[in-house]
């Protein structure tokens, strides 16, 4: 039976979990008549998804508005369909001219500033924006490409946190509505 229980779970979400069932597990655990999250992680992505409870549902959207801060693992010279690791491969580029990883770190400082300051995203096809009541992911499983208008966010702070060339991890500070596998392809262009 559904308990009142109000506040918010810090909820450390592993991959492979979709926000929503990261939502369905802490409610049920709970006991919890109301339950919601303050943003959608990608299901692969890990972090804190935080999840309010009872009346604390009524202060979702005050956490779905806050800035976000995100910690990403960047592979440069590999384009695929989703964005992320786990899609399909589109395109692959060298990255052989980029000899060593002072050489990225000199290329990446003179690129990321460029990216700091609000600038306009397209959200990805994979994404769980919705267009007449459906998730764009459904769409683009489908095979079917929507139209999709730019977005204005902001990027507060990009930094880099270690280089591994090809891979790249950076701490970005961002609005809401980022995404960050946009942003990586973007640099990555």
Known sequence: MAQRIDGVVLLDKPNGMSSQSAVTAVKRHFQAEKAGHTGTLDPMATGLLPICLGEATKYSQDLLDADKTYIATVRFGIETDTGDAEGQVLSERSTAEVVDNLMAKTLLEAILPKFIGEIEQIPPMFSALKRDGKPLYEYARSGVEIER?????????????????????????????????VLAQDIGN
């Open 149 to 181: 208008e730019p977005r204005k966010i902001t990027i507060y702070s990009i930094r880099l946190v270690a280089i591994h060339w090809p891979h790249v991890e950076i701490e970005v500070h961002c609005s809401k509505g980022t995404y960050i596998r």
